[in-house]
């Protein structure tokens, strides 16, 4: 395996966990904020409800408590993060608030779902001839925070390639001088001593090939001095 795609294996590894990471603590804190956003909503409209429940109660001219929440909750109509029906006391339906129709056009994943889905609450109250069912619904909520965690994932990907196509670029400019030193070495090897490098940008890679530069030297010195010394030796024999 090349240096190059150690490299690139590294650095994909790397982003791959810091992208896992990131994205579990949005998806934590998406989680704890719907949980949050829920339970207020429902505190909210519990206490309204509660209202207009005593407020009939205290002035039995206004009709039935039944009758003046059925009408409050149809001008009122949806509430966020609320589902409310209202029964009579024959269990039939006076009253459901329709379903939550905010980032309709957003589809979040199961599996999101499932992860970011709280704690459902559940309220109940008898009034006079029927009963007011509040429970707590985060469709709309989780829509929303599936569209922010799609975008992060959109950008974690595009950041992802783009970081990657440049340090492949990068190390494959960088990396150059590495076959002209490696070239020169074989040609050392096959016994070439008049092979010289020029200089590098990289320090590091002109340090080595100043060391293979002087390295050459030396071994072509010594072998002039060998063939001087042989011919020496040759000269005297005669």
Do not use: C
Request: glycine fraction near 6%; aromatic fraction near 8%.
């Amino acid at each position: 395996m090349s240096l190059r795609l150690r490299l690139n294996l590294l650095i994909t590894t790397i982003s791959i966990l810091f992208m896992v990471a990131s994205g579990i603590v949005i998806v934590q804190d998406a989680k704890t904020s719907i949980q949050e956003r829920v339970e207020a909503a429902t505190r909210v409209t519990v206490q309204l409800l509660d209202t207009v429940i005593i407020s009939s109660t205290m002035n039995p001219s206004l009709g039935l408590t039944s009758d003046v929440l059925s009408q409050f909750l149809r001008s009122l109509g949806y509430v966020r993060s609320n589902h409310i029906v209202l029964y009579d006391l024959y269990g039939r339906v006076l009253y459901e608030s329709p379903k939550s129709t905010y980032r309709s056009e957003v589809h979040p994943p199961d599996w999101f779902v499932k992860m970011v889905q709280p704690k459902g609450e559940k309220v109940e109250r008898r009034i006079r001839y029927g009963v007011l069912v509040i429970q707590s619904n985060a469709e709309g909520s989780i829509r929303d925070a599936w569209r922010g965690v799609r975008q992060f994932m959109w950008l974690g990907i595009g950041f992802f390639i783009l970081l990657n196509v440049l340090v492949y670029v990068l190390l494959s400019v960088s990396l150059q001088p590495v076959k002209q030193i490696l070239a020169a070495i074989r040609a050392i090897e096959g016994g070439d001593l008049t092979v010289r490098l020029g200089t590098f940008k990289l320090p590091e890679f002109d340090h080595i090939a100043h060391s293979l530069n002087r390295m050459a030297e030396s071994l072509e010195a010594e072998r002039q001095l060998e063939e001087n010394r042989q011919l020496t030796q040759l000269i005297q024999s005669h």
